[in-house]
C-alpha cells in the first residue's frame, strides 16, 4: 500500500480507529488473558482500554521528561507473564527505541509501537512505527493524518501481516 511505502516498510493493514489497530496487534500477538503489557500511563486511555479488552494487564511504568517511556524503569517490571511493550510516541515524540529494542529481545518480547500521534516522526532516521514488531496509527479528528476516524497497522513481518488480515476479515 502507499501508506506502507511511505512508512518504508511492506506491509499495512487499514482498520475504523486506532484503537482497533492496537487491539489487533495485541490479538494478532497472541496476547491475552493472564499476561502483562507494559506501557506509559500519560497516553490516551485506547492505549490501555485495548490491553484490557484483549483481557491482559497493564503494566505502567513513567515517563522521562520528553514525555516518553523510560527504559531504566522498564527492565525493573518485566515478569515471566510479560509479552509485550507499547512505547507511546507522544505528540511527534520519539521514544528511546534503541534502548527499548534491546530490552525486549534480551527478554522475547514483542514490541508494539503506539504512533498514533507521530506519523512522518522519524527515530534516528527511521520512521516511526517501523521500528518494533508492529505499529499502530490513528487518523482521527486529532492527528496528523484525519480521516475523521481511522488506524492502520504497519509491519515488515510477513507472518504478523498475514495474521492481521485474518483477525480483520
Given at each position: 500500500s502507499n501508506f506502507a511505502k511511505v512508512c518504508k516498510t511492506v506491509y499495512a493493514v487499514s482498520l475504523n480507529s486506532g484503537t482497533d489497530a492496537l487491539i489487533l496487534a495485541l490479538k494478532a500477538l497472541d496476547i491475552g488473558s493472564g499476561d502483562e503489557v507494559i506501557t506509559v500511563p500519560n497516553s490516551w486511555i485506547s492505549t490501555v482500554s485495548s490491553i484490557v479488552h484483549?483481557?491482559?494487564?497493564?503494566?505502567?511504568?513513567?515517563?522521562?521528561?520528553?514525555?516518553?517511556?523510560?527504559?531504566?524503569?522498564?527492565?525493573?517490571?518485566?515478569?515471566?507473564?510479560?509479552?509485550?511493550?507499547?512505547?507511546?510516541?507522544?505528540?511527534?515524540?520519539?521514544?528511546?527505541?534503541?534502548?527499548?529494542l534491546a530490552i525486549a529481545q534480551q527478554h522475547q518480547i514483542a514490541v508494539i509501537e503506539d504512533a498514533a500521534q507521530a506519523f512522518g516522526a522519524k527515530y534516528q532516521g527511521q520512521p516511526v512505527g517501523i521500528i518494533g514488531d508492529i505499529g499502530c496509527f490513528s487518523f482521527d479528528s486529532g492527528k496528523m493524518i484525519t480521516t475523521g476516524e481511522g488506524g492502520m497497522i504497519v509491519t515488515s513481518d510477513e507472518d504478523l501481516f498475514v495474521r492481521c488480515r485474518a483477525l480483520h476479515d
Amino acid at each position: 500500500s502507499n501508506f506502507a511505502k511511505v512508512c518504508k516498510t511492506v506491509y499495512a493493514v487499514s482498520l475504523n480507529s486506532g484503537t482497533d489497530a492496537l487491539i489487533l496487534a495485541l490479538k494478532a500477538l497472541d496476547i491475552g488473558s493472564g499476561d502483562e503489557v507494559i506501557t506509559v500511563p500519560n497516553s490516551w486511555i485506547s492505549t490501555v482500554s485495548s490491553i484490557v479488552h484483549v483481557g491482559a494487564q497493564p503494566i505502567f511504568v513513567d515517563v522521562k521528561d520528553d514525555l516518553n517511556i523510560d527504559p531504566e524503569l522498564l527492565k525493573s517490571v518485566i515478569t515471566t507473564r510479560t509479552k509485550a511493550i507499547i512505547p507511546v510516541h507522544l505528540a511527534g515524540k520519539c521514544a528511546e527505541m534503541d534502548s527499548i529494542l534491546a530490552i525486549a529481545q534480551q527478554h522475547q518480547i514483542a514490541v508494539i509501537e503506539d504512533a498514533a500521534q507521530a506519523f512522518g516522526a522519524k527515530y534516528q532516521g527511521q520512521p516511526v512505527g517501523i521500528i518494533g514488531d508492529i505499529g499502530c496509527f490513528s487518523f482521527d479528528s486529532g492527528k496528523m493524518i484525519t480521516t475523521g476516524e481511522g488506524g492502520m497497522i504497519v509491519t515488515s513481518d510477513e507472518d504478523l501481516f498475514v495474521r492481521c488480515r485474518a483477525l480483520h476479515d
